[in-house]
């Protein structure tokens, strides 16, 4: 049921009328109006040199289900000798997401060796690696991100982004050139699916010369860090400018995400409330601008399986920690404060509140 206002108008002197209107409640917000989600991957309770385990993906999806996310995060994962060979993870991690009504949401990165990206890139071989990938997953994946960081790839040493001669252009034109093709062959192959290109900090310039330039996609995802502060509508790379990043894209007729965010340093020595206090004032500044529709945090998970326990303040930015239950067994542990606040901001803006 509506809410009923009852506005009263001078209609004669003398002579109020009456006229109620009802106002519609607000619709539930769907996860195509809103995407809220995490970062994680098959591996995350693996411990060093070891393979795919389906178990290490089945423990995830309870901790799934209580945050109430709608979408996951997650890179295409591949070998470095043959890239075109589908390993059965990919397949198993988004089936999973599937059968619990989470979106995929795919990072695919280049199939180059690292470091020879800015030397061998072309439109060609981006199109043949879309075309592969996307014929894989057609229908089942919602969303393709192309590349990761695009800004970082191409940027001069020291320069903030904002301005178009900020790159380096041999970069530039490497990445530009691979995501035309990429790009394209997404949209002829799953064409229901929609594309991603993300940046961060400043690189506002970088996706300015990509849409002119014709590389075509339906959503920015911005990258975004404690160091970057807490308000990505007022952003200062200098002295003498201010950027709303946010706002800076209102006009190109695409959706705003927060592709990346976490607190630099984790929660290692005692900092779990720092952690919970950044996510909850970044997201609530940025839902200012009335334009966010999604976030993402990076990542879901502590690492610390990887380096055998010990804590770093590199594998404990995680909203869960990674704790061992029995010899080389990991799983899920303590939910961080940040992993409470986050759930509470989810369930807060589906109940309108």
């Known amino acids: 049921m509506g809410l009923a206002i009852t506005y009263y108008f001078l209609k004669e002197k003398g002579k109020v009328q009456p006229v109620t209107v009802t106002v519609a409640p607000a619709k539930k917000v769907s996860s195509d109006q809103f995407a809220w989600g995490v970062f994680t991957n098959p591996y995350v309770f693996n411990i060093p040199k070891q393979g795919f385990v389906k178990e290490n993906v089945d423990k995830q999806i309870p901790i799934w289900k209580d945050l109430g996310i709608n979408t996951i995060r997650f890179n295409y994962e591949f070998g470095p000798a043959d890239p075109k060979i589908i390993l059965p993870e990919n397949d198993y991690f988004v089936n999973k997401m599937i059968a619990n009504n989470i979106a995929p949401y795919m990072v695919i990165e280049s199939p180059y060796i690292p470091g020879e990206f800015i030397e061998k890139s072309t439109q060609q071989d981006g199109y043949d690696w879309g075309k592969f990938i996307a014929g894989h997953f057609k229908g089942r994946v919602k969303y393709y991100q192309l590349l990761n960081e695009v800004d970082g790839t191409a ?26 093709g ?68 209102k006009n ?10 976490n607190k630099q340093d984790g929660t290692m020595g005692n900092k779990e409330a720092d952690q919970a206090s950044f996510f909850e004032q970044t997201i609530q500044n940025a839902q200012k601008s009335g334009r966010l529709s999604g976030v993402f945090i990076f990542p879901l998970f502590d690492t610390t399986a990887f380096d055998n326990g010990k804590e770093t303040t590199t594998n404990t930015w995680g ?33 309108g509140i």
């Open 155 to 180: 940027i001069k040493k020291d320069y903030p982004g904002f301005n178009p001669d900020d790159y380096d252009e041999t970069k530039y034109q490497a990445v530009k050139n691979f995501l035309l």
């Open 182 to 249: 990429l790009s394209k062959a997404i949209k002829e192959t799953d064409p229901a699916a929609q594309r991603v290109v993300n940046s961060h900090w400043v690189g506002t310039a970088m996706i300015d010369r990509l849409m002119k330039d014709g590389v075509d996609f339906e959503i920015i995802g911005w990258d975004w860090f404690s160091d970057m502060g807490t308000d990505m509508t007022a952003v200062k790379p200098i002295p003498s400018k201010q950027i709303n990043i946010i706002d800076y894209f």
């Open 252 to 261: 190109s007729g695409k959706k705003f995400w927060i592709s990346e965010l």
């Open 319 to 351: 909203l869960v920690q990674n704790v061992q239950t029995t010899q080389n067994i990991w799983g899920p542990g303590k939910k961080k404060k940040a992993y409470n606040t986050y759930k509470d901001l989810i369930a807060r803006f589906l109940a």
